[in-house]
């Protein structure tokens, strides 16, 4: 049977939600929560997850765009503030990215899960889906090979028979294009993906009215991803539709609604790959040959 993962991102992205998303999961309307682990507030609010039901799996939302990075990073972030997205796709269309600041950044987001968690990430992910762009790929998924090869990566396109029963068919088929290519790399590292992808909107329309329409067409291991929260912050451009989301998600029966769509919720979701067992003895080793390969086509 397939199975819904309904996935919250943007924990830490503030206080506010942060214990948004963890009520929704301690009330079984999310099974997936993805964590910005940059952010000033990380350390203190991951010691909110402790209290979520055990089948919720946690992920990490890997930031590339619009916040302060962990590391330096001149090339990418001159002002101490990361680029917005639309010039890092630019830049990653060219092949024109600073990739050893990139993979230092992505490391050090990647450490500062484990040192908050005590273990590797269930799955991975990106802001604004940054983690699939063309050469941050590469050192993304060389890191998961090597720190968290159990874990699974999120896919951000889908079939476009799938993407014609859902809203926002304009969006999904940009993420589709910007990501395209990335289900197969990650196969060529045997790392898992999620098998149809679906959540996006406008964050302005009546969000009760768009969730069932997410959930057509998933098959396999369908994600959707939503943004919940609570509060408000300075430069939170869709502070209103997290408190609409957070709402609505509260008030629906999620789990009729994915057995209506033929799926389960809130089954975790299992890694898929038949072989998996491949741990490098030194990760940091591991990610500089995809930096050296990236770089190597950049120049090319």
Known sequence: MSRLILCADDFAYSRGVSETIVELAKAGKLNAISCMTGMPGWHED???????PPHVQIGLHLTLTGERPLTAM??????????DINTLQRRAARWN????????????QFAAF???MGRAPDFVDGHQHAHALPGIREIVLAE???????????????????MVQRPFLGKAIGSSFHTRGFRRAAAAYGIATNDSFGGHYDFARDYARLFHRFLRGGRGMHLVMCHPGAGTRADD?????????AETLIKLPIADMAARAGMAFPGRAEGRRESVARRSEGHFHCAAAHVAAASGRAAG
């Not at 001149?74 to 680029?83: D, K, N, S």
């Not at 990215?97 to 050090?108: M, Q, S, T, V």
């Not at 998961?144 to 028979?161: K, N, T």
């Open 114 to 116: 484990v040192q908050a």
């Open 144 to 162: 998961v090979a090597c720190r968290a090869p159990q874990s699974w990566v999120r896919a951000c396109s889908d079939r476009f028979s799938s």
């Open 46 to 52: 991951s010691l909110l997850l402790r209290t979520v």
């Open 237 to 245: 451009t869709i502070a209103g539709a997290r408190c609409r989301e």
């Open 74 to 83: 001149p090339e990418l972030a001159p002002r101490g503030v990361l680029p």
């Open 97 to 108: 990215l600073p990739f050893g600041e990139i993979a230092d950044e992505i490391r050090a």
